[in-house]
């Protein structure tokens, strides 16, 4: 049980100077549920996000209270962690108030964990395991992420897995040797789609590239499994309306080579400007760079070897419009097989978590490899996204990502609703701001690009890209509901911003989607459940995610979601660096991690000079 008791424990003055103390991470509770016990069927189960409200009622005493369903008390989520786990992250978004470090985060951290001086590496690897690793990453296992998940849904909160072994752009090259087509025959690990142990990586370059593929390949799969089972487990306890709650973002640069993406999109961008210039109408032009994808981008990305039209090796020149250079290579004829292998990897994935009732989300990248990446989005949209004749339908799979950070989002937007609606096939969306706006602007003016870099010019210009992008999709949604419900889109927004958080919730109630209730909460309507959520990273913004869990009745189908990065220490030092540079981005403003870090100090002096609830052993 919680309760709350007078604090009796070391001085504050020596607690702040062990920040590095063992605890749980900032943004998991101290206590956490073992694995699964329930196995999972081997019935396929469709996803289910018709859900009725729980019965569990709740008392609001703050704005930043999340309900703790295993105890019924109603406490500020910030008092349940560890006094060290609080010192960790104070510690963590101190670090990101020094602009040099945290702007060359991610090669620092790449160079120092692979240094040849003896011992510098194991000390790189244990200052970055206690600080951006225990405060962004739960585990290194999905089953570790799960106790996290686990704990987190007792609080109302979903979660979207992510696999986060990202490419480092300067050993891309190294490991561009992707799998043979054979692969894949019967999925990963055997023809019968079990998943056997980890892959063992060999010494020579091109091995381990085939190696690290496949292991990454094997890895997605286990988790969509995982995933099912947890869901299996929270449907067992509260009914068939609680699933489809989970999601799995995938890292398409991870499982190919990342210069076939570039090649291909390159091609793309070429081949969509020359059909363009032939038609009457240049709406597709009209999308700024990297442009919005087309049904006929199959040509390129998921063709059978063999059957491609040859014209598409002929693409050449200068697509000033789209930031193609003349000198920039297109697509090989190499390139074909490995293409055409990725989309059936896809399309495997896509079956495994409909299988499993997992939410499949196609994670943005780069945008010298986003047209590729927004192709095959389109693709899986269109296989996977379609309501079944028989009805059993709960609303779209695939869901893509649009990255508010780019100019093109004002009409690459409208652009993905619109081919939604010509096409037949509900639209999935992730809504974030953008990571990578540094490598952007630096590779655009390195390389001598025409025209201004993709990217806002400013913070502010992002901040109005975005919420418009809220406003939009929200009218869209209740537009959709009214008109055709079965092709009505689903959307999580990810964001950090108090602000737009507001407007999330300002949205639903002018667009009829959730009504305040009797106690100030709001009541989402029963066909908008599952359709919308608002996420955070692991490890950030945990009062954003209090306020979405307070501000609405308790329901099976939660709008608070957690976006959960996992992987072994080395897999995600890219991830930790973007994470670093993202937080230097939030400390500016009064609602970022300043603000964080101001929650932060004021807890850990109320624990030292008032009272701070303290977990019993029986919890």
């Not at 103390?21 to 996000?49: D, E, I, Q």
């Not at 363009?276 to 700024?288: L, Y």
């Not at 200068?318 to 490995?338: C, F, K, Q, T, Y």
Request: net charge neutral.
């Amino acid at each position: 049980m919680v309760t709350l008791t007078p604090r009796s424990a070391m001085p504050l003055s020596r607690a702040l100077l062990n920040p590095m103390l063992r605890g749980p991470a900032y943004g998991t509770p101290l206590s956490r549920p073992g694995p699964s016990a329930f196995r999972r069927s081997h019935t396929s189960t469709p996803m289910n996000r018709t859900s009725a409200a729980t019965t569990t009622a709740t008392t609001s005493t703050s704005s930043s209270s999340v309900l703790s369903a295993a105890h019924g008390h109603t406490i500020p989520s910030i008092q349940v962690f560890s006094t060290p786990a609080l010192l960790r992250s104070y510690f963590v978004y101190s670090l990101c108030s020094f602009p040099f470090i945290i702007d060359n985060a991610p090669r620092i951290l790449s160079i120092l964990s692979k240094a040849p001086m003896p011992g510098l590496k194991a000390l790189t690897e244990w200052g970055i395991r206690h600080t951006f690793f225990a405060q962004f990453v739960p585990g290194e296992t999905v089953e570790e992420c799960t106790r996290a998940m686990k704990t987190l849904r007792e609080r109302g909160v979903g979660a979207v897995l992510n696999y986060s072994a990202e490419v480092e752009e300067d050993v891309a090259a190294a490991s561009a040797v992707p799998l043979s087509p054979k692969a894949v025959a019967g999925g990963p690990g055997g023809t019968d789609g079990s998943v056997g142990p980890a892959s063992t990586i060999p010494s020579s370059t091109a091995d381990k590239a085939r190696a690290l593929e496949k292991q990454r390949l094997d890895e997605v799969f286990r988790a969509l499994r995982a995933s099912g089972i947890y869901e299996d487990d929270i449907e067992a306890k509260s009914g068939a309306g609680a699933r489809g709650s989970t999601g799995f973002a995938l890292k398409i640069t991870g499982l190919i080579d990342p210069a076939i993406l570039q090649r291909a999109s390159t091609t793309l961008l070429r081949l969509r400007y020359s059909e363009s210039s032939k038609a009457t109408s240049a709406k597709d032009e009209a999308v700024p760079y990297p442009g919005t994808p087309a049904s006929g981008d199959a040509r390129v990305l998921a063709s059978l070897p063999g059957s491609t039209d040859q014209s598409i090796f002929k693409l050449e020149g200068a697509v000033p419009s789209m930031g193609v250079l003349a000198s920039d290579e297109g697509v090989r004829p190499s390139d074909l097989e490995e293409m055409h292998s990725m989309w059936e990897k896809l399309c495997k994935m896509g079956e495994e978590a409909k299988a499993n009732g997992v939410r499949l989300m196609i994670d943005a990248e780069h945008t010298w490899y986003q047209p590729a990446l927004d192709a095959y989005t389109l693709l899986l949209c269109e296989k996977f996204n379609r309501p079944p004749k028989d009805g059993n339908w709960s609303g779209p799979l695939i869901y893509g990502t649009f990255q508010s950070y780019l100019v093109r989002q004002l009409t690459h937007l409208p652009a993905a609703i619109q081919h939604a609606k010509d096409n037949g096939y509900a639209l999935g969306l992730k809504v974030v701001r953008g990571a990578y706006f540094l490598q952007e602007r630096k590779k655009w003016k390195d390389e001598g690009r025409e025209g201004a870099d993709p990217i806002w010019k400013d913070k502010s210009s992002t901040d109005k890209s975005y919420n418009w992008a809220v406003t939009h999709i929200l009218s869209t949604l209740s537009e959709q509901l009214k008109t055709d419900p079965a092709y009505a889109l689903a959307v999580v927004f990810g964001t950090h911003n108090p602000d737009s958080v507001d407007l999330i919730f300002k949205g639903l109630k002018d667009n009829g989607l959730a009504k305040e209730v009797e106690g100030g909460k709001l009541r989402m309507r029963e066909d908008v459940k599952g359709r919308v959520g608002i996420a955070q990273l692991y490890g950030m913004k945990d009062d954003l995610m209090d306020k979405a869990v307070e501000s609405f009745e308790p329901s099976n189908q939660p709008i608070a979601l957690k976006y959960i990065a996992y992987g072994k220490l080395d897999e995600v030092i890219p991830f930790l660096g973007r994470r670093a540079i993202e937080n230097k981005s939030l400390m500016s403003g009064e609602g970022g991690a300043a603000a964080e870090k101001k929650r932060i100090w004021e807890e850990l002096v109320r624990r030292y000079f008032g009272q701070e609830p303290v977990v019993s052993a029986t919890q």
